[in-house]
């Protein structure tokens, strides 16, 4: 490998690498939406290559721990997060938009991106049909393998594009590269795959994609498949035989279906690039591009500045009414502003003004949430703005309702505007409209960011209302813990005493009973203690979406002071954290696992270890299920015991226990629609339970 030359090494940062206009403005629309979901954005940045660099770069960070584990886009996506994702985004719009690129640089952006997606759907596609492990793996690489001429671009943009230009072919390309830079693009993509930590292989996909066939004949899948990919992926029309003999050479692929697969997916890299607006041949539309991007960048930061003021207006103003009102009149010249609230117990939104006495009836009014009522009643049913000026649903005069909120505004007109939180409407803003001339997309977008906004404080101040009235509660809750935590310090030193006193006086000795009793009062003290710290956690049993792992590691630290002190057990913990979120009651999940872990460490007396895992799996049906392993390095069961044991009244802990821990642990692992397995040797006892991910 030719390693690159110093000064482009340190500007080999993937946070500053171009993307097409197109792609960033669709972005950041999908961004600024709030009900966009997850699977848009993933859908968007799939098919750029220099978000997609951003994004593997900081998934595979130290600063998310996961340094080279993250190989393909949706397991990077998942560990990032919306917000994260989000702000990566409008950061590079930012960046962007600001950077100034020549006609010759954007007809490379265009080509580029058509062909890293291009690669990017050949690859997944091949890997498909040869069985490759990792389809998604390939499809990252293909998105990326052209990655190094993004680099050169950034770093020598008045040199590269004409060179590109030039170039006869790829591997004279590669040349010209060489000769240049001391350094090639190829070499350049694998270096950073390798310094991401991807791996070898993965390095190798990138570092080889021009090199002679003979070559790479007997690499691994991976490079093949990028090999070939790229090879396709350049010849748009699908007419080099040269493609043909390499699909054939490494995969044993005919021309015929080589030919099909290559048109399909140049097919649909048209049908993409038409929904984005991108016209591959026109180099004009990408000015036209950058001026949407700075609109959208424009609309960003003003909710930003409005989201702020907001927020100091909330502290400095008397009510929510003068803070909305004050906001509105800044942003577009409303003289009024009135907001009316929702009540949720009557179904009507309410208004009272923020100076009027409660007791004083006319200043209180309440609009029925009906359709046909009123204009403001229906902007928050179909959740849309509404103007008086345009509004189709009444045909002669608007209701009286809504002519006196016209009035109430000091305005002819009035706009209404849906105030809306994660779905849920809090009330309709209506706001005195000055203007003669209906509103434009933007202006109509704008005021519904706004409206957006109101919704996020509104919410907000619900909340910090609700917290507020239960921090009493929550205050003593946590000195109770405190404290019984606190109490359990002395009850272990004085069980340890005891258990050696006993173990010092004779089995069958008067003391040894007596040591033996109050050894037990102490085990059962700290099991109320334990009982006490529970109170911390939610006792409803709804079935709720929650982590399991978070479950479990609430239970192991509550266990922890007073149970596995008691009994000398020391714990560790395997858990998968990409296991997703599981809609079960949270009471039967914790006691099947308090009463797999209470068993564990009563089985060891003496001491021990008890490991506990988390994974995801699948059964035999393809249904992805919630594994929970326990397991202790125990003696084991006794055959008796493993032939009865999910039947009430077997035990071998005789004294108060009662021998149905394991059957109302089974009880419930079945109600829940899961299934409870147990593995037993001399080396110790294994627990397995499967429970279905809804």
């Not at 951003?54 to 721990?65: D, H, P, T, W």
């Not at 702000?87 to 590079?92: G, K, L, Q, W, Y």
Request: aromatic share 6%; with cysteine; hydrophobic share 40%.
């Amino acid at each position: 490998m030719i390693a690159p030359t110093d000064s482009l090494v340190a500007e080999l940062n993937a946070n500053k690498l171009p993307s097409l206009p197109h792609v960033l403005v669709e972005m950041l629309r999908v961004c600024q939406n709030p009900g966009s979901s997850f699977q848009q954005m993933a859908e968007i940045i799939s098919r750029d290559a220099a978000i997609a660099s951003r994004i593997i770069l900081l998934a595979n960070s130290s600063f998310y721990g996961r340094r080279g584990n993250v190989n393909t886009l949706e397991r990077a996506l998942l560990v990032l997060g919306t917000d994260t994702i989000k702000t990566m985004v409008i950061t590079a719009s930012v960046q962007q938009f600001f950077e100034e690129f020549n006609a010759g640089q954007q007809r490379h952006l265009k080509q580029f991106w058509r062909q890293s997606l291009s690669c990017a759907l050949l690859a997944k596609a091949l890997a498909t049909l040869t069985s490759y492990a990792s389809p998604d793996e390939a499809y990252l690489l293909g998105l990326l393998h052209n990655i190094g001429e993004l680099v050169l671009t950034l770093n020598h943009s008045e040199v590269y594009p004409e060179l590109l230009h030039s170039a006869e072919d790829f591997v004279d390309l590669v040349d010209r590269e060489n000769e240049t830079f001391l350094t090639n693009h190829c070499d350049i993509g694998a270096w950073l795959i390798s310094d991401w930590g991807l791996g070898d292989f993965s390095a190798d996909a990138l570092r080889y994609h021009h090199a002679p066939l003979d070559s790479v004949v007997d690499a691994h899948h991976l490079v093949k498949l990028i090999y070939l990919a790229a090879r396709l992926s350049e010849d748009p029309e699908v007419e080099i035989a040269v493609s043909y003999e390499t699909a054939e050479r490494l995969f044993d692929l005919t021309g015929a279906l080589t030919k099909e697969i290559a048109l399909q997916i140049n097919k649909e890299v048209a049908e993409i690039a038409t929904t984005l607006a991108i016209d591959i041949n026109n180099h004009e539309d990408s000015t036209l591009a950058h001026q949407a991007l700075g609109k959208q960048l424009k609309q960003r930061l003003l909710a930003q500045e409005t989201a702020s003021h907001l927020d100091k207006s909330a502290d400095n103003l008397p009510s929510d009414q003068d803070t909305f009102a004050e906001t509105a009149a800044l942003l577009f010249g409303f003289r009024e502003t009135k907001f009316l609230k929702l009540d949720s117990d009557t179904g009507t939104l309410r208004y009272r003004e923020s100076n009027s006495d409660p007791l004083h009836s006319a200043a209180d009014l309440s609009i029925p949430l009906e359709a046909e009522r009123s204009i403001i009643a229906s902007a928050g049913l179909n959740r849309r703005l509404i103007s008086s000026h345009d509004q189709q649903l009444f045909s002669h005069s608007l209701p009286v309702i809504d002519q006196h909120f016209i009035r109430l505004t000091h305005s002819n007109a009035m706009l209404c505007a849906p105030v809306v939180h994660e779905d849920k409407l809090l009330g309709v803003l209506v706001m005195g409209d000055p203007h003669a001339s209906p509103l434009n997309k933007d202006q109509t977008a704008f005021i519904m960011e706004f409206a957006n906004l109101v919704g996020n404080l509104v919410a907000r101040k619900a909340t910090l209302s609700s917290n507020a009235e239960s921090d009493e509660i929550r205050t003593l809750k946590a000195q109770v813990n405190v404290l019984a935590h606190e109490a359990n310090n002395p009850l272990t030193i004085i069980r340890n005493y005891l258990e050696s006193l006993a173990s010092s006086s004779g089995r069958d000795s008067d003391e040894h009973s007596t040591y033996e009793i109050l050894r037990e009062e102490i085990d059962r003290a700290s099991q109320i203690l334990m009982r006490i710290q529970d109170l911390e956690m939610h006792e409803t049993g709804e079935a709720i979406s929650q982590n399991i792992n978070t479950e479990i590691h609430q239970l192991v630290k509550l266990f922890e002071g007073a149970f596995f002190s008691a009994h000398s057990v020391v714990f560790n913990l395997d858990l998968d954290e990409t296991l997703d979120q599981v809609s079960l009651p949270r009471n039967p999940l914790r006691q099947i696992v308090t009463n797999i872990i209470k068993n564990a460490a009563e089985a060891m007396p003496a001491g021990g270890e008890i490991h506990i895992s988390t994974a995801t799996t699948v059964n035999t049906n393809g249904k992805l299920l919630a594994e929970i392993t326990i397991a202790d390095n125990g003696p084991g069961l006794p055959p008796e015991i493993k032939q009865q044991l999910f039947k009430p009244g077997h035990t071998t802990k005789g004294g108060r226990h009662s021998g149905l821990g394991l059957s109302i642990t089974h009880n419930l692992v079945t109600e829940l629609g899961g299934n409870i397995m147990c593995r037993s040797s001399h080396k110790g006892t294994q627990f397995q339970i499967l429970l279905p991910l809804k």
